[in-house]
């Protein structure tokens, strides 16, 4: 069993709890989080820059940049000495750990990358769960005229999100943006 696919089912374990408290949500994480390397995340900028050079150029550089600042949030689950008190959505939080499931049988995209996995499945559910910011971070911009995430007054819009929450490949469902 790969260390996703280990991480997935200490996540599906905690969603059979009564309830959730955040802060069992954090120290998984956090644990998990050691096993991300330095090197690992320079390895995702090479695999991330290939994998997106489909991309329209006057787009590439800037999402490519955006995505990796999103991984890079990893770092900031292991500096984080926060303590949460609050409790989670258990029937929220079980969508998302179905809909990670479905995207990672659903689209063999990053089939053999299971560091990216792992990180993308830390840094969305620290996103969306803990510290109620955007999957994708503010300012990335879409394919299209300004469309851009945004934050209104602490309030977060993505204008991709209403095309994409449907989409089984998406894990716009569960993100504190609302549709722009």
Same mark, same amino acid.
């Given at each position: ?6 991480l997935l089912?200490?996540?599906k374990?905690?969603?059979?709890n009564d309830?959730?408290?955040a802060?069992d ?5 956090k644990?998990?989080? &050691? ?5 690992t *995340?320079?390895?995702m900028?090479? #695999? %991330?820059r290939? +994998? ?5 150029d ?8 955006s ?11 292991k500096?984080d000495?926060?303590?949460y008190?609050?409790?989670?959505? &258990?029937n929220?939080f079980?969508?998302? *750990?179905?809909n990670?499931t479905? #995207? %990672?049988?659903y +689209?063999?995209l990053y ?8 990180i993308?499945?830390?840094?969305t559910?620290?996103?969306?769960f803990?510290?109620?910011k955007?999957i994708h ?12 995430v ?5 309030e977060?819009?993505c204008p991709a999100?209403?095309k ?9 469902v569960?993100c504190v943006?609302?549709?722009?």
């Amino acid at each position: 069993m790969n260390e996703t696919e280990q991480l997935l089912n200490k996540l599906k374990k905690l969603g059979e709890n009564d309830s959730i408290e955040a802060m069992d949500l954090f120290k998984i994480l956090k644990e998990e989080s &050691k096993n991300v390397s330095i090197n690992t *995340i320079m390895g995702m900028s090479t #695999f %991330l820059r290939d +994998d997106f050079r489909h991309i329209q150029d006057k787009y590439k550089d800037h999402y490519t940049e955006s995505i990796l600042s999103q991984l890079l949030r990893i770092n900031e689950i292991k500096r984080d000495n926060n303590v949460y008190h609050t409790k989670i959505d &258990k029937n929220k939080f079980n969508k998302a *750990i179905s809909n990670i499931t479905k #995207f %990672l049988n659903y +689209d063999n995209l990053y089939k053999g990358e299971d560091k990216f996995n792992l990180i993308s499945i830390l840094v969305t559910l620290y996103s969306s769960f803990l510290i109620k910011k955007p999957i994708h971070p503010v300012g990335t911009t879409f394919p299209g005229e300004n469309l851009k995430v945004r934050d209104e007054n602490g309030e977060f819009f993505c204008p991709a999100k209403k095309k994409q929450i449907n989409n089984p490949n998406s894990l716009c469902v569960f993100c504190v943006c609302k549709e722009d």
